[in-house]
Each structure stands twice: as structure tokens, then as C-alpha cells.
């Protein structure tokens, strides 16, 4: 059991080396103004980040605040109890 505790710290320590600092682009209707229709969710962000090679549960994705407009924003990654780092979605307009 210690050993495979120490295999998922060391994986995760992994992926944080390559996701760490990463920019993602996300791609969404928009109406007047840059508004989005709905809002960005954590649901979104995984789906990002599996298309760029990445496995992320929803749950550990952490958005600072709703994402209802056009930007730049950080979003917070927990990959592992003891590891998570931060990426940056650029929310563009389709």
C-alpha cells in the first residue's frame, strides 16, 4: 500500500512538472459584448485538459470565480492530496 501511495505522489509530481504554468485555450459562443451564453465550469476545464493529453477529475478543478465573459483566468489543479498547480484557460470567442 506505501508503495503504491508513493507511485500516485511520484506520478502526480509528474504531471504537475507539465501541466504547471500551461495556457489552454477554450473555444465558446458568444453573444454581445463577449458574454458567454452560459458559464465556463470545472466540467469544461477537464474536457480541455483530456484533449491535451491530461486526466483531471472535475471535482479537482478549483475556478477563483465564475467564468462568464471572454479572458484570461487561473484555474487551480489538485492532482494529489499533497500536489496542485495552476494553469491558465483563455476564454475566446468561437
Do not use: P, W
Request: positive net charge; glycine residues 8%; hydrophobic residues 35%.
Amino acid at each position: 500500500q506505501a508503495e503504491h501511495a508513493r507511485r500516485e505522489l511520484e506520478a502526480a509530481k509528474e504531471t504537475k512538472a507539465k501541466l504547471d504554468g500551461q495556457k489552454f485555450t477554450y473555444k465558446v459562443k458568444t453573444g454581445e459584448g463577449g458574454r458567454l451564453y452560459g458559464a465556463v465550469t470545472s466540467m469544461d476545464v477537464s474536457e480541455v485538459l483530456k484533449k491535451a493529453g491530461f486526466t483531471v477529475d472535475k471535482k479537482n478543478i478549483t475556478l477563483k470565480s465564475q467564468i462568464k465573459s471572454v479572458g484570461t483566468f487561473d484555474v487551480k489543479v489538485k492532482l494529489h492530496t499533497e500536489v496542485s498547480c495552476e494553469v491558465t484557460l483563455e476564454v475566446v470567442a468561437e
